[in-house]
């Protein structure tokens, strides 16, 4: 009868009930419906920050050719092959680098056709604004 006892307590306490991997599940799946939108919202915002880094380097590389050369690129690849940019940089919400938009200069300010690039993603920021509008 001893032998019986010990049996039977040993397999009740090997596994989980239905019930408790249930409100496992369940405490866990209310945790990522909490944490699931604000990861993504941070990867918006991450790649948004690339995005006006990008553009950064791009307008002050492009001032920096036109202060040496005076006149402005042809090309975005003309800032690369005269080192002013390692490569044209790539757009993280397009996932292109060849997506930009390239604004030509007024005229009469200056020879060449790259006065300032712009974004050539669809849609709009988390705070609202275009992605062309950056």
């Not at 092959?81 to 044209?88: A, D, E, N, W």
């Amino acid at each position: 009868m001893f032998m019986h006892a010990f049996d039977r307590t040993a397999r009740c306490g090997r596994g989980f009930t239905l019930i408790e991997l249930l409100v496992v599940m369940t405490v866990i799946a209310l945790l990522l419906t909490l944490a699931t939108p604000r990861y993504f919202q941070s990867v918006d915002r991450s790649r948004e920050a690339v995005l006006r880094e990008n553009l950064n380097a791009v307008r002050d590389a492009i001032d920096k050719f036109h202060a040496d050369r005076g006149r402005y690129p042809e090309s975005l690849p003309d800032l690369v092959t005269k080192r002013y940019l390692r490569s044209v940089p790539v757009d993280p919400i397009a996932e292109s680098d060849s997506t930009w938009i390239i604004v030509p200069p007024p005229q009469g300010v200056g020879d060449g056709a790259v006065y300032d690039v712009r974004s050539g993603a669809q849609g709009n920021t988390l705070d609202g604004k275009a992605y062309s509008e950056l």
